[in-house]
């Protein structure tokens, strides 16, 4: 059972942080188009909270040291960035770090509990 509420945590962590890294990188090519879309900083901190109820679940399990800190660093990474763009209004590089890092711990952590 606990697998199985792991795996889904892991599905739920790569889904948000994919969506939300295609997000991040569309959203700025649709805004040259003229047809009145404006960024809402409100859905990258939608997107961000989902991710750290996935990583704080995740970090609750007996998930290997390794994983847990890619998961830690980069969600501290995309939080800090979401926070940035909204009380500062800049757009940092690093969220995509952050985007790619949270990926990638997930599918380890996926990967990690299938063996």
């Given at each position: ?88 209004h800049y757009h ?19 990967k990690n509990h299938?063996?």
């Open positions: 059972m606990k697998k199985q509420i792991t795996h889904s945590l892991d599905y739920i962590g790569v889904s948000s942080a994919s969506l939300c890294l295609i997000h991040c990188l569309l959203f700025p090519l649709v805004t040259f188009i003229p047809i009145g879309i404006t960024h809402n900083h409100y859905v990258d901190l939608i997107f961000a909270l989902i991710g750290l109820f996935a990583v704080v679940k995740i970090l609750k399990t007996n998930t290997e040291l390794y994983i847990k800190l890619i998961l830690s660093i980069s969600m501290s990474v995309i939080i800090g960035c979401v926070l940035i763009t909204i009380f500062f940092s590089l690093l969220l995509y770090f952050g985007g790619v890092g949270m990926i990638v711990g997930h599918l380890l952590n996926f299938k063996h």
